[in-house]
């Protein structure tokens, strides 16, 4: 085996679309979480809203910088 590749042990259930990925798990009372990132580099966040993002029927909680006390540059 040494020098050659190894077969994949799931390259059949992928193949055909079987395969069970992390993303297709559900269990009750999940949750579901996305980061938005500024589109601009090294870009200074001047202000932020999370009200709206709030105000979504669903939505459990919204967090920011300004929740973490330790900051890196």
């Known amino acids: 085996m040494v020098g050659r590749p190894a077969p994949r042990q799931d390259g059949l259930q992928r193949a ?5 990925y ?7 009372g999940m949750l579901h979480a996305a980061v938005l990132r500024s589109p601009h580099a090294s870009a200074r966040v001047r202000s932020l809203d999370l009200g709206p993002a709030l105000a979504l029927i669903g939505t459990h909680d919204a967090i ?4 973490f006390d330790v900051f890196t540059d």
């Open 16 to 20: 055909r679309g079987e395969a069970r």
């Open 64 to 67: 920011s910088f300004r929740d």
């Open 22 to 28: 992390t993303a297709d798990i559900v269990l009750p």
